[in-house]
């Protein structure tokens, strides 16, 4: 499942970047740290099994759970952090390369952040602007078709001045609008963006190194090959085999690094890998369906071992409306959302695995409002069937999906569920994110996709624009899995994205609905629980549940 962040609500209700300068004025210069103590010890390698590959390892392209929570939040150096800690300190962005909060001016569309001297990349090379700047100029190669580009190139949100044009070039330059002066780096935005800290705040915009390419990824990394500037860094990265991150000798930070490295091992079979971990031959891992309950019972609801966590994450299938079968047929669309069985897919995961939904953003959510649109716990096979009539064509629809358990048995349930509306599966699986490219790039035969999407900062353009925004449509790495082109939807979300505070919160709400009721080109189905289990080596007291990942934060675990 991809991954996204969240910005601190606090900063959200502040609703326009022009006053991000007030709330800032006089604000402390401070590294993110954890004041979490007693600790058993520093030292000792954590030992992580993983069933799937991450998404990508260039930090440029990486946008997966995994990747974002485990591998970036160790070894990222942002301009901005936030705090090894737990809600709501840890969803609070400190000052981290940055010293102190930037200088926001000019109608809140400039910000002047001023780099700390003495900071190193892992390769032992000096930060400073440039390396920031070198970022965003990676963000916006058309070569590279990073998925971070919308965030900083959009019109209709943060668009840094000369961004686009720069993404228009073979070797992308530097955007006319960042300027380095000494130990400055000054990002000048077309239009004033209430989120602009959060999105440069992203492992995307990290400190990178110049030597990188600007037009090719890294995809194997040995020795230094991926220097970072945060507690940790990759040594060794194979595709589809191992990660290992190890701790940053050139790092003098307040973050927590008590670990001397971080093992991944890529590829382990569920069963054998959670056994592992109870057996103490892991120490982190993946956990079967059915092992939920038992864990729960046995070793108690986050007081320990086991650890369930609410998060913002929402599964859905993405219905490609760019294809025959569901292109101009949103009552196809509809039919699907009315036929599937929301309780019985999410049943496959096991106890403490969520609730069902049915809108695409989360319960709680800025902007949501409950408008019981589909049903939850059983299916109007009748309403589906009278929507679906005649429009079906031959039916056959092909089905991506991943191959790890649950999601073959998900499949099965909307095989059977499909069948009743006239629609025959031709499942396709895919090994980890690999769907997620799939389905991401232009023109690619998928009808359905099972997916979902986590928050990048709690404001409803996240869900609503970059999920479903024409205008963002690229040919690779896209968002818009269900390639929603409608030209006045686009010009409905354009709009809501000008807005600020209860207006804009009011306006996304109300078109989250009319999508979702009217358009339907997701059929959401799940809120999911962050659930995580470790070995008797992890010191307890060392795990911080991350209100930003949505994961235990690595970088301050400790080994008994």
Known sequence: MHRRLLLSVAMLAIGASLLVAASFAGAASS???SKSSGVARKGGTLRVNLTEDVDDIDMSISYGATDWGEVWYPAALRLLNYPDAKAPRGSRLAPEAAVGYPKVSNGGRTYDFTIRKGLRLSDGSKVGPKNFVYAIRRALSKKLNSPAGQFVADPGGANIVGAQAVAAQDVPGTPSGVKVRGQHLVITLKKADATFLAKITMPFFQAVSTKMSLTTPIVNVSGNQLPTG???????REPDRSITLKRNKFYKGKRPHNLDAMQFKIGIAIDPGFREVEAGQADAGPIPPTEHARLGQQYGVNKGQYRVNPSTCVSWLSLNTAN????????LRQAVNFVISRN???AQYGAFAGQPTDQFLPPGFPGF?????????????????SLAKGITGDGKAVYYHTRRNPSPAVMEINRADLAKIGIQLQPKSFAGFDI????GTKGDAH??????????????????NILMYGGSIQAEHNNNYSYFNVPSYNKKMERAAKLIGAARLKAYGNLEIDITKNQAPYASWRVSNTREFFSKRVDPKSIIYSPIYEVTDYAALALK
Do not use: E, H
């Open 31 to 33: 590294s993110p740290s």
């Open 230 to 236: 945060g507690p940790y860094y990759v040594a060794s």
């Open 324 to 331: 025959s079968l569901f292109g101009g047929k949103p009552k």
């Open 344 to 346: 019985t897919m999410v």
């Open 369 to 385: 409002r409950n408008a019981n649109i589909y049903p939850l716990s059983r299916p109007n096979v009748a309403k589906a069937q």
């Open 436 to 439: 997620y490219d799939a389905m």
């Open 447 to 464: 009808d359905l996709g099972i997916g979902g999407w986590c928050q990048d900062y709690p404001d409803p353009y996240d869900y609503i």
